[in-house]
């Protein structure tokens, strides 16, 4: 950096002309960074992982450094407190500026879709509950807070938010995104990408049309023509680049009438930047690139799938290594140009530029332990929550009146933390959360009693007894019940971070990869499969 142009206008042009091949190929690689550290007590250190990869091919960016999650395997104790996250990321990004050839810092990309994913932030509803609020003031400034916790750390780009339109509610994923509505979606969307950029850059996910996979299927391909797509589907994205400003958008793992998204030219660069002119940095979706060859096969090999994805308009490979493992092969094939590998990294250098950190990649470690995971956050989630709350029907029920003096409380969502906070979510301090139940012994005089009654995938019936008995002897009765994305240190994991169905699972119905055969309650469809009724037209003689 010292021998280019302090002129902020020149120095991205005068870097790329410096860069070799491997470097700027480098740039357009963003790895899974998790594993990228140790910790031992106060002890942090950089892992040879790291260090090696920096040494044979000095990257532009690292995902998920910071995410904490079973996937991950990093709980509250493993994980890194605010304080430590700044530290870590300030020791990774000194490594970047100090041992590599040219000194071009890092990006640091994190999840960002309720809340930064990592110990000690704040965690505020899922997307479909954002929404519920109609409120684009509200998550305005949601955004601003998630965007400043994520910046507080070190980390600068936030993958965030999901504006994915849900049409099958089966699709694993739906909580995450904001609903079936294309206009309310991006009003709020844009809003969210206002308040997150004044402190990082903020990522739209997914582009395009991933709400509504064959049979509601995770990635599976989406059956909608260009009409659908331009009115339906695209608006909310449009509108948050055009009103929003969004600086970079993730392509989703899907595919449009046979037509990869992640190597869709029409897509991202007829659509995304000549009509939209945008001006930000594409990201794929984790392994997205390498999928276009080894799932969708419309590649022929990984160079040529890497060329598929480059010439399309994908910038940053994310999580896989196909532009820093084989586009130097598909340069040498002819698949690609000099020219288009440029392309893409003026992309992402000019975003580095825009960011401030060439000026200064780092940050001030204090201000993470001040200003993350804050009561005055803690409020505003609770704000954003309780405005997220629908009221169906209350034929006098609420609110509860004197002459409640006993009340019980049911189900396997009543006293279960994670299963009321959605996938995506940090593991988080029990100190830190209240449950229905805890909510309600909290605020209410009269006597209160609980019974689980079952899990949410439970076949048991041993423990229904219980809560029947308890719901004779009250007043009134707080039914807790629903689905959950909570995942644990029990489930497995395909390679992009969705949960892997199986029975070791215990309460996970929802959430990525878990799609479903039915909307009704888990024990609802197992009886039906037990005890199937008549069907039309093979009713029994009488």
């Known amino acids: ?68 999650d079973p996937w991950s395997r990093k709980t509250v104790e493993t994980g890194l407190k605010p304080r430590e996250s700044a530290r870590l990321l300030n020791k990774m990004q000194r490594h970047a500026v100090e041992n590599t050839r040219l000194g071009i810092p890092l990006l640091f990309c ?81 809003a969210i990408v206002k308040g997150m950029q004044k402190n990082v850059c903020a990522t739209l996910k997914h582009l395009a049309a991933y709400g509504i996979p064959q049979g509601g299927h995770n990635a599976a391909t989406a059956d909608v023509g260009p009409n659908r797509l331009m009115s339906e589907y695209l608006p909310a994205f449009e509108q948050a680049v055009v009103f929003g400003g969004a600086k970079s958008v993730m392509t989703s793992y899907n595919t449009i009438d046979g037509v990869p998204c992640s190597a869709n030219e029409w897509l991202l660069q007829n659509i995304l930047r000549n009509s939209w002119d945008f001006k930000g940095v594409v990201f794929s979706d984790l392994n997205a690139v390498n999928a276009i060859y080894a799932t969708q096969h419309v590649a022929a090999d990984p160079a040529e799938a890497a060329a ?103 189900g396997p969502n009543a006293d279960n933390m994670y299963n009321q906070l959605g996938d995506y979510t940090a593991p988080q301090d029990p100190e830190r959360i209240v449950t229905m139940l805890e909510g309600i012994r909290e605020k209410r005089r009269a006597e ?22 308890i719901a004779k002897s009250a007043d009134v009765v707080v039914l807790v019940v629903g689905g959950s994305s909570a995942r644990d240190f029990k489930t497995n994991y395909e390679d992009t971070g969705a949960a892997i169905v199986n029975e070791s699972i215990s309460d996970m119905d929802c959430g990525e990869g878990y799609d479903r055969s039915t909307l009704k309650f888990h024990r609802q469809a197992r009886r039906d499969r037990l005890h199937p009724r008549p069907s039309f037209g093979h009713e029994p003689r009488r």
Request: proline share 4%; glycine share 10%; net charge negative.
């Open 1 to 68: 950096i010292a021998t280019v142009s302090c002129n902020r206008k020149d120095r991205v042009s005068e870097l790329i002309n410096q860069m070799t091949l491997e470097e700027k190929c480098g740039q357009l690689t963003c790895p899974i960074g998790f594993n990228f550290y140790g910790k031992d007590g106060d002890s942090l250190w950089l892992a040879e992982d790291f260090v090696g990869m920096m040494d044979t091919l000095p990257l532009g960016s690292c995902w998920a450094v910071l995410r904490a």
């Open 448 to 469: 209160v009693t609980y019974a689980k009654g079952c899990a949410i995938r439970d076949e048991n019936d041993a423990n229904i007894d219980e809560a029947v008995r």
């Open 308 to 410: 598929m994805a480059l010439k399309a308009g994908v910038d940053i490979d994310l999580g896989g290594f196909n532009y820093g493992g084989f586009l130097k092969e598909a340069l040498q094939r002819g698949l690609v140009t000099e020219a288009d590998i440029d392309r893409a990294v003026r992309h992402v250098l000019q975003l580095k530029s825009d960011l401030g950190l060439f000026e200064n990649p780092y940050v001030d470690e204090a201000l993470a332990e001040a200003e993350v995971g804050t009561e005055e956050n803690a409020q505003l989630a609770k704000q954003v929550a309780l405005e997220s709350a629908v009221l169906l029907k209350n034929d006098g029920v609420l609110p509860f009146g004197e002459n409640i003096k006993k009340v019980a409380v049911i």
């Open 110 to 190: 994190e999840e960002t879709p309720h809340g930064h994913m990592a110990v000690g932030t704040t965690v505020f509803p899922t997307g479909i509950g954002q929404a519920s609020t109609w409120d684009p003031e509200l998550l305005k400034q949601m955004g601003e807070v998630m965007g400043r916790e994520v910046r507080r750390q070190g980390a600068q780009v936030g993958y965030g938010p999901v504006l994915d339109i849900a049409r099958d509610p089966r699709w694993s994923r739906v909580e995450e995104t904001m609903g079936e509505d294309p206009y309310l979606s991006g009003v709020l969307g844009a």
